[in-house]
């Protein structure tokens, strides 16, 4: 049986504890994001722009 590394599962752990705050993207999500701008690049990547400040925390900034 494979075993991780610490590092590993360190990132495990802060996978699960963004998904559990909601700041994990499903296809599905960024698909409706991308419909929602009429797949528009230019709108797609200026909502990601406005919205990045909000979902990044303090430590990130």
């Known amino acids: 049986m494979k075993q991780i590394t610490n590092k590993e599962y360190e990132e495990w752990q802060k996978y699960k ?3 559990a ?3 994990v993207l499903l296809p599905d999500t ?3 994001i ?3 701008n009429e ?3 230019e709108k797609i990547g200026r909502h ?3 919205i990045l400040p909000q979902i990044c ?3 990130e900034r």
């Open 17 to 19: 504890a963004e998904k």
């Open 34 to 36: 991308c419909e929602a």
């Open 57 to 59: 925390s303090p430590e």
């Open 48 to 50: 990601f722009l406005e």
């Open 30 to 32: 960024v698909r409706f």
């Open 39 to 41: 797949m528009n690049p």
């Open 21 to 23: 705050k909601g700041r």
